[in-house]
């Protein structure tokens, strides 16, 4: 049977099922409400992962890993800072979600349900509230999570967190470790390439294509992936082993490494710089660089 799927839902059904395979059950597929042939295949892999899930904390999780999801909101419910596991599981980079108002990330669903959370949030900041909010991943996935929430009146901010398993590494992971990306030669036996040597090319050509575009907004780690044809699982881990940073750390130093250089070198102002280093808002270069530097950009000019 030949299913009736556009890319994007091939590519949210791809994603999906690799993460089952790696023991993450945190994602679902969204329905199109249109498309029998694909609701009914998302229905039936949201059931597995819903199922595994709630077995996996039924039993204590004795053969899986916690994740903790980290939201801290300001007085106006915009995110404020996000922890790098949050980060992970939506696919976002930092600068996509600071300063963007909660309702953002969520489903429309979800959205609706927010804003009596607020209301209750505000009457009762004493309170630890747990509901279950769901998040929006990509176009056709979306991450449901048992939140808990709290409003902080001294701080005047607001803490959402959230718990996510993951299955420790399985003999499936070894496998698919082991089958090279892309498509492959059929009819003759040809034996696995040097995965180590062909992966660590392919991380450093990861580190150069981010050095060859600090301009422009980092794109998601899965699209990263997908464009040099390596798992996303395996690209986080071995660019961290490789390079010592994650992905987005390395991207953000080699920015501030070259927008040091030309305040430095070069008569060009702060703004222009900080918009050749991919900052559009000067307020997050400012803010990322005295984070790095332990002072302005003005005052290395001074």
């Not at 630890?128 to 998040?135: Q, V």
């Not at 780690?221 to 690209?235: D, H, S």
Request: charged share 30%; aromatic share 10%; net charge neutral.
């Amino acid at each position: 049977m030949k299913l009736n799927m556009d890319k994007d839902q091939m590519e949210g059904l791809f994603h999906v099922l690799t993460e089952i395979a790696y023991g993450n059950y945190a994602y679902r597929l969204k329905k199109s409400g249109i498309n029998n042939e694909y609701d009914t295949l998302a229905t039936l892999i949201n059931t597995i992962s819903e199922n595994v899930e709630g077995r996996e904390f039924m039993n204590g999780g004795r053969d899986s890993h916690y994740s903790m999801l980290t939201f801290i909101l300001d007085r106006d419910f915009r995110i404020e800072t996000v922890n790098d596991i949050a980060l992970q599981i939506l696919d976002r980079n930092p600068e996509e979600l600071t300063g963007q108002p909660f309702t953002g990330i969520l489903t429309e669903t979800s959205q609706d349900y927010w804003q009596y959370l607020k209301e209750k949030l505000l009457q009762n900041p004493s309170l630890i509230f747990h509901d279950k909010l769901t998040f929006n991943v990509h176009k056709w996935e979306e991450v449901p999570a048992h939140c808990s929430l709290t409003r902080l009146r001294d701080a005047d901010v607001t803490c959402i967190t959230s718990v996510k398993m993951r299955k420790r590494h399985t003999a499936l992971e070894d496998l698919l470790e082991k089958i090279p990306s892309g498509p492959q030669e059929t009819g003759n036996h040809i034996p696995l390439p040097d995965m180590e040597d062909s992966e660590k090319k392919i991380i450093r050509e990861v580190g150069e294509y981010i050095c060859e575009n600090l301009e422009e907004p980092l794109p998601p780690v899965n699209k990263i992936a997908r464009n040099f044809g390596i798992n996303r699982e395996k690209l986080r881990d071995g660019f961290k082993k490789h390079f010592n940073l994650s992905i987005y750390k390395y991207y953000t130093e080699k920015r501030l490494e070259r927008a040091m250089h030309l305040i430095r070198h070069t008569d060009m102002s702060i703004r222009e710089i900080a918009m050749s280093t991919g900052y559009k808002v000067s307020s997050s270069f400012y803010r990322a660089f005295r984070l790095k530097y332990k002072c302005t950009p003005g005052e290395i000019r001074q």
